[in-house]
């Protein structure tokens, strides 16, 4: 089974503090994608990652950075936290290529930020 | 305009009921479709992937209409574990990318 392990399933950090989400996945995935998803608007892309070191942005990149130096590990960094960014934060993998390949998600990160 | 809508519901059911969702896309280039299912708190997981003839999975049952551009999932006698939120994904062109619906949320009550 994919196992895709996100390090917090609960953080409270304080506005202006820089915050650090981890994900690390076990399948060797190429492709490696953050969320995030609030009431009423479903998931939105924050960033995603089809190699080490690449990045691309979604529909919500503002206010989030990206890193992925490892293949089995994709960051996603609030550079300055604001309330606005309290949310529940989904990492997600899937091997590249074209076809019927689904994404497999972690537990989910809900973060507040006071 | 998203490029993925679906009926947010609610849907109340009672359990043994067929109960059908539908979407539609925007893209008609897009390669691949599914259905993910969502527990309340929880990520979302895979429930099946939606093939172009269509396909079948115990009570569940999904179709494609690359005419219409539009899938649907059919849920036939309804269990109480049936009870979740069922999100519409369709994969672009473009890397890997995802695109979900934000939705259609499924009550089955006793």
């Known amino acids: 089974d994919v196992k895709v392990t996100q390090s917090s399933r609960y953080l409270v950090k304080r506005t202006g503090e820089k915050v650090f989400l981890e994900c690390v996945q076990d399948?060797?995935?190429?492709?490696m994608f953050w969320y995030r998803q609030d009431p009423g608007l479903g998931l939105r892309l924050i960033y995603f990652?089809?190699?080490?070191?690449?990045?691309e942005k979604g529909d919500i990149p503002e206010g989030y950075s990206v890193s992925r130096e490892k293949k089995e590990r994709f960051s996603l960094i609030l550079e300055s936290a604001s309330t606005n960014q309290t949310s529940m934060y989904l990492c997600?993998?899937?091997?590249?290529?074209?076809?019927?390949?689904?994404?497999?998600f972690g537990d989910g990160t809900r973060l507040s930020i006071l | 305009r998203k490029e993925v809508e679906q009926d947010p519901g609610p849907f109340n059911v009672p359990e043994g009921a067929t109960v059908a969702f539908n979407c539609t896309y925007s893209?008609?280039?897009?390669?691949?479709f599914f259905w993910y299912r969502q527990d309340c708190r929880k990520e979302p997981k895979l429930l099946m992937s939606?093939?172009?003839s269509g396909n079948e999975d115990g009570r569940f049952t999904a179709q494609l209409n690359r005419a219409s551009q539009y899938i649907s999932l059919l849920i036939r006698d309804s269990k109480l574990s049936d009870s979740a939120t069922y999100l519409c994904?369709?994969?672009?062109?473009?890397?890997?990318?995802?695109?979900f619906g934000r939705g259609t949320q499924l009550t089955v009550w006793p």
């Open positions: 997600a993998s899937s091997p590249r290529g074209a076809g019927n390949q689904p994404q497999h």
């Open positions: 399948m060797d995935h190429e492709n």
């Open positions: 990652s089809y190699d080490v070191k690449m990045k």
């Open positions: 893209n008609s280039a897009s390669q691949s």
């Open positions: 939606v093939y172009s």
């Open positions: 994904v369709m994969r672009g062109s473009t890397l890997g990318r995802l695109y």
